[in-house]
């Protein structure tokens, strides 16, 4: 038709394809990569299948889709437009995260979003949950195109020899930075570039924001954060900004750059981009502050030895709890964070220790879309009413708190150790129960002592609330120091008769008057072993009670239709 010639309707259908976001143009992540380092060589992506995997619905349903929309209505303009600016950086640091995940990113989103066969929705959702073509939970299996996913992602080239893998191992050639990406040269030799350089145009466009949202901040602490780390976005050195990040003392926080080093799967040498943009409560932040107050008198009263306490243990790494106000990169993908701790920079981390920031909206999202329904299938009926968001939370409080308490230097035959050096492989599962036990303890003890903290019906909200929760975390298996925390737990608390289970309805209930006791002297089992330097003790608790008995797998096994984790959609700052 003659009228397709219309310059209006032209427009139109170049405004169509702009906004369809298939990786072209404005959307494309690749364009915050400096012109010369663009993936070049993306041809093998058109030779991929795009039929995906059979069961990819029940994959993408196995993430439950969650609005996550903390209050801002108390923030002032200035922070809002301080957000506004974190955010925009944050956006730029999901794409950049993209580029270092997934070779020829674009091409395969193109791909992607052209296949128009069955499950096509799907498809797109999973490719988006996983920045990429690989399954970040089925051991990064491909679920379309059958392409195979490089171990060391696309921080270096795909092409590896044996030879260039010796290379990159052999720390004299310096391919190993913390920051760079590897690349080959004209003559084909491996070169490592500077992030600051191969992502040029992404980090000066994230810097700018950074530099917009220092102009905009009323607050000291943030606005040299922010100066500082856009500088370090152009030097690629992170120290001092790392070093600030520790100060911060703010209503709108931002946790922003290369952190992690997980997706590097085959050296585990470069770190990937990633932020959380965090809003602090008022009244969260008072809360923490009465808790820590509380800390020297739960470690005089811990139900240990006196002369095993430790009552002048110095001042431990600071806890922070903020609601995501948006999250972007390595964080964004796959299964989502709860709880952080950082920086990883060992230097700051000797001068200042680290900080462990808890995601309370995050908390509260899991709870509603995975630990109800796990307890409506495994709890009874008569004390459903009792788990509650409010516990769920406050428990992975007081076991963060907890690992701040009890037995951690030691002397065994006049010489001065540690717990976690005497415990040796054992360490990790024993820190994981004594803190899982002790942040239940912490709550009945200070609520039976008066003080008046915690909600009413506490004494039976947070022991239910406790056993739901065993359920959620060994699902992930019993294999790893968390899940065999939560065994040992489990079965000791069912020898003792304090949690049991009705064969006839398939579902468990909390023996409330057993309960308190039987968690006591877990918990100074635990505490006597650390604090003894026993490591047999240690090794036969593990042997006697981290196993999985039919009635655990029984319950589990109906827990299969449940999400296993959540796919975030930030409703003030939807994707765009
Ligand atoms: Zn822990």
Redesign the pocket.
Known sequence: MTRMQSPVLLLLAALLLAGCGGGEGDHAVNRWVAENHADTDCDWVAEGDLAPLADIAARAEAYAVVEVAPDLSGLSAAEKGVLDELVAAGRIMNDLFRVQATPCYDAMQRQVTGYGGPDTKALRRYFAINAGPWDRRMHHEAFVGGWERPEGANFYPRDLTRADLDDIADTNLELDGLFTMVRRDENGDLVAIPYSEFFAPGLAQAAAHLRNAAALTENASLRAFLESRAAAFMSDDYFESDMLWMDLDSRVEVTIGPYEVYEDSKFGFKAAFETFVTVTDPEQSAALGAYKDELPWLEANLPLADEHKNLDRGSESPIRVVDLVYSGGDTRAGIQTIAFNLPNDEKVREAKGSKKVLLRNMMDAKFDKILTPIAETLVAPEQLPYVNSRSFFMHTLW??MS?GLGPGKLVVDGQETEVRLVLKDTYSTI??AK?DVMGMWDILKLHDAGRDYFPDGIAKKQPVTFLAGMFRSVRFGINEAHGQANAIQFNYLMEKGAIAHDPATGKFHVNFERFAPAVELLLNELLVMQAEADYAAAQAIIERYAHMPPVLADALARLESIPVDIEPVFSHYPDQ
């Open positions: 076991h963060e690992h820190e994981e803190a």
